[in-house]
C-alpha cells in the first residue's frame, strides 16, 4: 500500500507481526493496526510457512519524505524474538530505534511490543526496512522510498512511473532450520534453491511462470526502478535485455548519470535506474544471477527473471531475449561498474568530504576459522568456520550495547577495538600460514569523539577464502574515496583518492583481496553498528560498533530511551 504526505490512510506491514504506523507529515498523523501471521507460501512447487506482513512477501513499500518522521509500533504474534533495522535511515540522534539486535535493542519477544520512531534527516531517494535478528530478513523485508522535500524535486526529470524491485533469496527449507543446521555444523549453509525479483523466481524455475513479476511499459516513456538487493548471501548482477538503464542513485543518495549495461549490487545496497522504453514493442526479460568470488565456495547457479511487456497489439518472441549478464567470479566487471558511481556534487545537491580527518582507521576483515574437538565440524579440515574485523570476532552480549552505554553497566562491552591490525601480514598473499586463520573472541566497539572526522580503510585478507565483503555501517553514509587491489599502501594509495565527488553509500563492496577506504564525519552520537551484509559472515562474527559520544550542547546529545523498549 503507497504512503504518502497526506491524511489519508497510511499503512506499514511488517514480518509475522502487528504493525500500527503513523506518519507525521503535513502535521497529520495517521495511525493503523495489521495483524501480522505466518502464512504458507508454495514456490518452486513446494508450500511451508514464512513470516510475512499480512500475507505479503515482500513486504509493503514505505513512502515518505525528505524530513518526514514515521512512527511504527511494533506486536510481535509470531513465534520467534524479532528486532526491525531501517536501512540507511540515519535516526539522528535517536539510536533506540535503529534496530539490530543486541547493539540498540533485545529483542521483541514473542507477543511483545514495541513503539519505533523512523526520522528521515539527510536521505533522498531508494531505502529499505529489514529484520535484524537471526535470519528472518530473508522474507521481512520491503522497500522505502524518500521523496524530496515538497516544492522540491528530483535531481533528474520526474519518470513517469515509479517501481520497485527487491531482489531476494529464496530456501524451499524453512530459513530457520537453514540457520540452526548451519550454526550446529560449523561450515557453510545451505546454498538458495532461487532467487526472486519482487517475491517471484520467474519463469526459468518450476511451477513459477504463472506468478512471474511483469512491468507493463509505455514506449517511449521513463521508469524509475528503485532496485534493492535484499538477498541473504550474494552480490548479483542484473540487467534489461536489448536497454541500457542510466544510474541515477545509491544509498538514497543522487549519483552523476552513468548509463550501463548491467549493474552489481551488494546485499544491503540500493540502486536507483532509469529505463527508457525505447526498444521495439516486444516482451524483455529483466535478470538477476550471482556474483561469486570466493574459490571453492558453493553458490546458487540460478538466474531469476522478470518481464518488461511493452503495451500494444504485436505477437511478443518466444521466448523473450535475455540480456548478458557476467560470468559468476567476473571480479572485474564488478569493480568496473562500482568503481564508476560518482557522487551528483552540485549546487542544489552539494556534498561535504572530510579533507582533514582526525582518526585513522585500518580494519582487517577476514574469513577465519576455530579448532573443533576431534576436528568433527564441516569447515576446513574439520574447523568451524568463522569470521572478523582487525582479528576480533564478535560476540553479541545478552544485553544490548546501547543500554549498557547509556546506562553505564560494566561488563557488557570493551572499548579496546583495535585502530589496525594486531597482526600484521600480506594480508592477500597466495598462501598464508593457518596459524593465522584462528582469531579472538570479543566484544569489543571503537570509541570516538562527537564530530571527529574518520578515515577507515577496510582491507581484505585472503584468509580461508579472500572474497568480496559487502560492508554496511549504520547511524550515517560514508564517502568512498578510494579502492584497490591487494594490501593498502598507506602511503602512496591516499595520493589517488577521490576527495571531489566520491559516491556517498552506506554499504560497500570491498573488492576481493582488495580494499576500500571511506570518510565520514561523526556528527550522530550513539552506538552504531558495522558489519558485513552476508548474513553468513555477519553469524560468523565479522562485525564491531562505534560508539559517538555526546556533543557539548543538548541537540548534539542522545536522545532518552522511550518507555517500551524490549527487556532482555
Known sequence: MEM???????????????????????????????????????????????????GQFPGPTLYAHKGDTVTVDVYNKANYNITIHWHGVKQPRNPWHNGPEYI???????????TQNVTFSLEEGTLWWHAHSDWSRATVHGAIIVYPKNSTSYAFDKPHVEVPIVLGEWWKQDIVDIY??????????????????????????????????????DY???????????????????????????????DASY???????????????????????????????????????????????????????????????????????????????????????????????????PQNVTHKFLFTISVNTFPCANDSCAGPNGSRLAASMNNVSFVSPSIDILQAYYH??????????????????????????LALETPQNGTEVKVIEYNSTVEMVLQGTNLVAGTDHPMHLHGTSFYVVGWGFGNFDKKKDPKNYNLVDPPLQ???????????????????????????????????????AFIVKNGPTPDSQILPPPPDMPPC
Open 104 to 114: 540498540t535493542q533485545c529483542p521483541i519477544k514473542p507477543g511483545g511490543k514495541f
Open 220 to 250: 517511449g516513456k521513463t521508469y524509475l526502478l528503485r532496485l534493492i538487493n535484499a538477498a541473504m548471501q550474494d552480490i548479483l548482477f542484473f540487467a534489461i535485455a536489448n536497454h541500457q538503464v542510466t544510474v541515477v542513485g545509491t
Open 255 to 353: 549519483t552523476k548519470p552513468l548509463k550501463v549495461d548491467y549493474i552489481a549490487i551488494s546485499p544491503g545496497q540500493t540502486i536507483d535506474l532509469l529505463l527508457e522504453a525505447n526498444q521495439p514493442k516486444d516482451h524483455y526479460y529483466m535478470a538477476a544471477r550471482v556474483y561469486s568470488s570466493a574459490a571453492g565456495v558453493t553458490y546458487d547457479n540460478t538466474t531469476t527473471t522478470a518481464l518488461i511487456q511493452y503495451k500494444g497489439r504485436y505477437t511478443p518472441s518466444s521466448p523473450p531475449p535475455l540480456p548478458y549478464l557476467p560470468y559468476y567470479n567476473d571480479t572485474a566487471s564488478s569493480v568496473n561498474f562500482t568503481g564508476r558511481l560518482r557522487s551528483l556534487a552540485r549546487g542544489d545537491h552539494p556534498i561535504s568530504v
Open 408 to 433: 553505564r553497566i560494566k561488563g557488557v562491552y570493551g572499548n579496546r577495538f583495535p585502530s589496525e591490525p594486531p597482526l600484521k601480514f600480506n594480508y592477500t598473499a597466495d598462501y598464508l600460514p
Open 180 to 217: 540452526d543446521e548451519f550454526r550446529e555444523s560449523g561450515g557453510d549453509p545451505n546454498t538458495s534453491d532461487a532467487y526472486l525479483i519482487n517475491g517471484q523466481p520467474g519463469d526459468l524455475y518450476p511451477c513459477s511462470k504463472q506468478d512471474t513479476f511483469k512491468l507493463a511499459v
Open 4 to 54: 504518502r504526505c497526506s491524511v489519508g490512510a497510511q499503512v506499514l506491514q511488517i514480518l509475522g507481526l502487528v504493525l500500527f504506523l503513523g506518519i507525521h507529515c503535513c502535521e497529520a498523523i495517521a495511525r493503523h493496526t495489521f495483524v501480522i501471521k505466518e502464512t504458507p507460501y508454495t514456490w518452486l512447487c513446494s508450500t511451508k510457512s514464512i513470516l510475512t506482513v499480512n
Open 506 to 544: 552506506n554499504t560497500i563492496a570491498v573488492p576481493k583481496n582488495g580494499w576500500a577506504a571511506v570518510r565520514f564525519q561523526a556528527f550522530n552520537p550513539g552506538v552504531w553498528f558495522m558489519h558485513c551484509h552476508l548474513e553468513r559472515h555477519l553469524t560468523w562474527g565479522m562485525e564491531m
